[in-house]
């Protein structure tokens, strides 16, 4: 069995229209990968469809999580499958702490009648939470109500950091996170960084690229991936642009 | 003793009075009672034209059937009464009443009593202080609808606590009174009074539940809380009766200057439950906080009315009522705020959010403002709404199945008030309440 997530041949429809066409990626375990493109080009659906947002219409391709196809199997089960998808807009949930929404997505990973050990569960989550700056007084705060921007990314990663997942996906992590606050996250997914984990990284800008140094970067236009390489791609996106992209990846109809 | 119109009928008055007589109640109580039972016969039963009991259903709302709960004595020992009540071991006293019969009276700790605070069955504060119970025993008329009721009440209650805290003291550990019933078709007429004196600090805790889930029983109670200049007042109930009754809880509290009452209601028992709570603001720089968590399940109705008013300015009224509904439940808020001409800069709040959880389950909100002061703020606000879907995909996202999900939601809708209580063992026992009726 591969350990790799493949995304194959993959047609995402919201409400009618066609977001994402034959989109076709591979990320092993163990890489990082970052996604970068213009803003419009889907992927932040890409991410949506992944994790199994409800309004996210899968009409053909395969996501193979080490074989299996995650398609098939619903929002929670996807994740204790070791999918992990870094909200770009994470929900505040007034009422549930953190500590005990950390408490029931580690409960849910257990078996059937084995009950989690909390001694563990807290000295696991106080050193995640030191790991990423986090005042320990944050467990018993509401799921990110009343949070800073800074704060609710660095919640995800924190939970990132709790689930262990196989491969997460990090839809705009960076967006909204001054300079302080990038570095932290950064810091942070650097950490949980290692052959365990392949990470795909969805920005919009190069900056989180300096922290996070991607093993490939892929460019995505028009709901496809046009162009992959290695790291200095971003660079070279950074200095020259989308427009380039968007030229020489046009519609074959207007090219035509 | 049951009888062929069970509560109204007058020999159901005279042996409540001889047996009150008996146990040496003295004559100025006796006549309060006859002057209430008088009134009770004059006033007329709820009519469907009553602003007051819109969208209430009156079918359910009957006097027959029913007899006192003193009238014979309770069937669950002593002991095992006792037992199911010690679900508060953190306290500075307790009073336990089954079928309206005092079981257990644990006098206020040394401590206190020294400093003059005074905690008694409602009976021996009779017999034993005149003077406070003239004063404060229902003086503060709350004519949100159940006045018939409410005289009934005053005709027929004996059981229920009273608590005194004078000047200055502070009771840092909660009183708690359970009023039980293990009887089918017994009437009970429960009974709080507090009296906090300036600057004086005390919380309570009322426990109103049937022994058996399906019991049908009528229960009028009664709560009046009284917090002078500065004093600081909790009050907690939680209504499990069972699931053939029909309840009323009526609440008058009264705030003077800076005094700051918080009063919490968690309600999920009865057939029908009304509860009507009228909170004065008589004082400047008061504060007072009402609070309501409720689960409607089954068929069951819970009918809320309100008034917050506001004598006195610079004042705060912050109402906050949550219910969750499932199955064919209904609930019916109907609040209103009123600012009278002298109290300007007033703060004054009303909320009422219901979380549908059934697509059959119904909720009503009437939320209203009368405002003759020309410096305040105040909203109201009624929501309805279901389980938010972007929060239950976030909780899925992260492996949780979707029933935990749910449940973590629903026990998350209360938890922004029961989270704030200050005892723990309390916001506990209030959680595990809630929690056992999903």
């Given at each position: 069995m591969s350990k790799q997530l493949e995304i194959k041949n993959l047609s995402v429809t919201v409400e009618t229209t066609e977001i994402l066409k034959d989109l076709s990626l591979t990320l092993p375990r163990g890489e990082v990968h970052a996604i970068m493109g213009p803003n419009g080009t889907g992927k932040s659906t890409l991410a949506k469809a992944l994790a199994g947002h409800p309004d996210y219409e899968i009409t053909s391709g395969e996501v193979l999580l080490d074989g299996e196809n995650?398609?098939?199997?619903?929002v929670d089960e996807r994740a204790r499958a070791g999918l992990f998808m870094a909200f770009q807009y994470p929900s505040e949930i007034p009422g549930v702490s953190i500590a005990n929404f950390l408490r029931a997505a580690k409960q849910a990973r257990l078996a059937e009648g084995e009950d989690l050990d909390a001694t563990g569960f807290y000295k696991t989550l106080y050193e995640k939470m030191d790991m990423l700056h986090i005042?320990?007084?944050?467990?018993?705060?509401?799921?990110?109500?009343?949070?800073s921007g800074g704060e609710k990314k660095r919640n995800e990663i924190l939970q990132m950091a709790m689930l262990e997942p196989k491969y997460a996906i990090m839809d705009e992590t960076d967006s909204g996170l001054d300079i302080d606050a990038l570095r932290i996250v950064s810091e942070g997914v650097n950490k949980l960084r290692g052959p365990e984990c392949g990470i795909l990284l969805i920005t919009h800008?190069?900056?989180?690229l300096e922290y996070i140094v991607p093993d490939h970067v892929h460019v995505m236009w028009n709901g496809r991936i046009v162009k992959s390489g290695g790291k200095d791609l971003a660079i070279e996106l950074e200095n020259k642009g989308y427009d380039w992209i968007k030229e020489e990846f046009a519609e074959p109809a207007a090219k035509a | 003793m049951k009888t062929a119109n069970g509560l109204a009928d007058q020999e159901i008055f005279d042996a409540h009075l001889a047996s009150q007589s008996a146990s040496g109640a003295p004559e100025w109580w006796l006549d309060l009672k006859r002057e209430s039972w008088r009134r009770f016969r004059k006033l007329p039963m709820p009519m469907r034209k009553d602003e007051n009991w819109r969208f209430a259903s009156l079918g359910g709302v009957k006097l027959d059937g029913y007899e006192l709960g003193d009238s014979s004595p309770p069937e669950i020992a002593d002991k095992e009464v006792l037992k199911r009540s010690e679900?508060?071991?953190?306290?500075a006293g307790r009073l336990v009443f089954s079928n309206d019969r005092l079981m257990d009276s644990e006098a206020i700790s040394e401590e206190w009593a020294k400093k003059g605070v005074i905690w008694l069955p409602l009976e021996q504060a009779v017999r034993e202080h005149e003077d406070l119970l003239r004063k404060h025993f229902m003086a503060q008329p709350i004519k949100l609808g159940s006045e018939k009721f409410s005289e009934l009440h005053g005709a027929l209650c004996s059981a229920g606590s009273f608590l005194y805290v004078p000047k200055g003291v502070e009771v840092d550990l909660p009183l708690v009174a359970f009023h039980w019933t293990d009887r089918n078709n017994a009437a009970l007429f429960p009974h709080t009074l507090l009296i906090a004196d300036d600057m004086a600090k005390v919380t309570l805790v009322d426990f109103f539940s049937a022994h058996d889930r399906s019991s049908r029983n009528f229960i009028c109670g009664v709560n009046d809380l009284y917090a002078g200049p500065g004093a600081r007042v909790t009050y907690i109930s939680a209504q499990d009766w069972g699931r053939d009754s029909l309840a009323f809880h009526l609440n008058s509290t009264q705030a003077f200057k800076d005094a700051f009452i918080t009063s919490l209601n968690v309600n999920v028992g009865g057939r029908q439950a009304r509860n009507e709570s009228h909170s004065q603001?008589?004082?400047?720089?008061a504060h007072t906080q009402m609070q309501s968590l409720t689960v409607a399940t089954g068929k069951q109705e819970f009918d809320q009315r309100t008034l917050q008013t506001h004598f006195k300015g610079r004042s705060v009224s912050d109402l906050l009522y949550k219910n969750a509904l499932l199955d064919d439940a209904r609930t019916i808020f109907s609040g209103l705020i009123k600012v009278e001409e002298d109290a300007q800069q007033t703060d004054a709040y009303q909320t009422n959010r219901n979380l549908l959880l059934s697509p059959t389950a119904e909720s009503n909100s009437l939320p209203g403002l009368e405002i003759l002061a020309n410096d305040v703020k105040c909203s109201h606000g009624a929501t309805s709404g279901q389980i938010d879907d972007e929060q239950l995909h976030y909780m899925r996202a992260r492996g949780i199945p979707e029933p935990v999900a749910k449940q973590l939601l629903v026990f998350g809708f209360f938890e922004d008030i029961l989270g704030k209580l200050e005892n723990e063992e309390i916001a506990e026992n209030l959680r595990t309440l809630i929690r056992s009726q999903f």
């Open positions: 995650i398609l098939e199997m619903e005042d320990r007084k944050f467990t018993s705060r509401a799921i990110n109500e009343g949070f800008y190069q900056r989180i | 679900n508060v071991r953190q306290r603001v008589l004082g400047e720089g």
